[in-house]
Structures are given as C-alpha cells and as structure tokens.
C-alpha cells in the first residue's frame, strides 16, 4: 500500500460521511489528532467508516479490532488496515 494512498482514500470517506468537514479539520486528522476528541465521528459514522474500509480494502474487522483506541488516529487506522491485509 502506498505511503499516501490510505490517507487520500480515508479522506475521500471522511468526506463522504461527513460532508461538513472543513479543511483545517483533515489537517488536524494530519496531524494526527483524535477523530473522536475533534466530535467529527459519531457512532453511525464510525460504522459507515467500518464498512467503507472493511469493502475497500477487503478485510474483515472482528468485534475485538473495533474499538477507540484502534480507530481513533489516521496512523491507527493504516496500522490495523495493514495488520488485517496480512
């Protein structure tokens, strides 16, 4: 998986689920800011987040992967995308 090819697609998503997203928001999701603590995910949004990354990249997150502290930063998310792809 390319360096920035994940963070391009997560942000195409977030954008998709949350069409009120500002710029200055996704620099701080860059910089590595809780998606949770900036209040853009909610729980509907989180599931559609899941379902857009499980389709996407063809893996299958178990109930035990789903949580804030594996979700929360966009380098959490490419680390459990990276282990499920293995």
């Known amino acids: 998986m390319k360096k920035n090819f994940l963070k391009k697609h997560f942000f195409e998503v977030i954008k998709k689920i949350c069409p009120q997203i500002s710029d200055q928001t996704l620099q701080q999701i860059e910089k590595g800011k809780s998606i949770f603590d900036l209040k853009i995910i909610d ?4 599931v559609n987040l899941l379902c857009e990354l499980e389709i996407f990249y063809k893996i299958k997150l178990e109930a035990e992967d789903v949580t804030i502290k594996n979700f929360d930063t966009l380098p959490k998310i490419k680390k ?3 282990a499920k792809q293995k």
């Open 80 to 82: 459990i995308i990276k």
């Open 43 to 46: 729980s509907l949004n989180l």
